[in-house]
């Protein structure tokens, strides 16, 4: 079965770039059938749905956080990537990565597996 | 940010049932867009319980059911049991400024 798991640095200093990977097992990210997306929740708030990629490379992000973040793939290396620039603290956050499951062609999918999550604190 | 409203928190007592709204609008659940619900439980990752709005997630329980109408959804949560207490979240599309993923503001489920 797909497992996900997310890895980076913990802890990232205000005005700098969140860089974030996920790695697939179980599964490939280049099967051309799934979307694969990045999900966080600030402490005490919301689940909030950063964006996502295919295979291709085709994107598609929330428009609050498309100026900040950049969604990438390396079929190499079996992992997709999340890069979010100009941090600040209400970036904080649990971070997740996950597959988008469903037809391909509905906008509507769900997400199903999920990564265990990583913490990430914006602070100097 | 959330454009999906669920109630802050819902509460009952064990064997007891309990409903989770789940409100929208015309771009989101309103226009036809599947919903699916998920449980956090405390520290862990979100899991699917509910998908295209009535069909369970291999492996959840009969317990959990999910309906809609119109702008609204909900999850029925039966038969409630200590570690069904958790966050429960919505999820839809919503078409607005160009399409997006949304999730819903989240309910807490206490069992008494």
């Known amino acids: 079965q797909v497992q996900l798991q997310e890895s980076g640095p913990g802890l990232v200093q205000p005005s700098q770039t969140l860089s974030l990977s996920c790695t697939v097992s179980?599964?490939?990210?280049?099967?051309?059938?799934?979307?694969w997306s990045w999900i966080r929740r600030p402490a005490g708030k919301a689940l909030e749905w950063i964006g996502r990629?295919?295979?291709?490379?085709?994107?598609k992000y929330n428009p609050s956080l498309k100026s900040r973040v950049t969604i990438s793939v390396d079929t190499s290396r079996n992992q997709f990537s999340l890069k979010m620039i100009s941090v600040t603290a209400t970036d904080t956050a649990m971070y997740y990565c996950?597959?988008?499951?469903?037809?391909?062609?509905?906008?509507?999918?769900?997400?199903?597996?999920w990564g265990q999550g990583i913490l990430v604190t914006v602070s100097s | 940010q959330s454009v999906l409203t669920q109630p802050p928190s819902v509460s009952g007592a064990p064997g007891q049932k309990v409903t989770i709204s789940c409100t929208g609008s015309s771009s989101n659940l309103g226009a036809g867009y599947g919903v699916h619900w998920y449980q956090v439980l405390p520290g862990t990752a979100p899991k699917l319980l509910i998908f295209d709005n009535t069909n369970r997630h291999s492996g959840v329980p009969d317990r959990f059911s999910g309906s809609r109408s119109g702008t609204s959804a909900s999850l029925a949560i039966t038969g409630l049991q200590a570690d069904d207490e958790a966050e429960y979240y919505c999820q839809s599309y919503d078409s607005s400024l160009s399409g997006s993923h949304v999730f819903g503001t989240g309910t807490k489920v206490t069992v008494l």
């Open positions: 996950a597959r988008d499951l469903g037809p391909v062609i509905n906008p509507d999918n769900w997400f199903e597996p």
């Open positions: 990629i295919f295979a291709n490379g085709d994107t």
């Open positions: 179980g599964g490939f990210v280049s099967s051309g059938n799934y979307y």
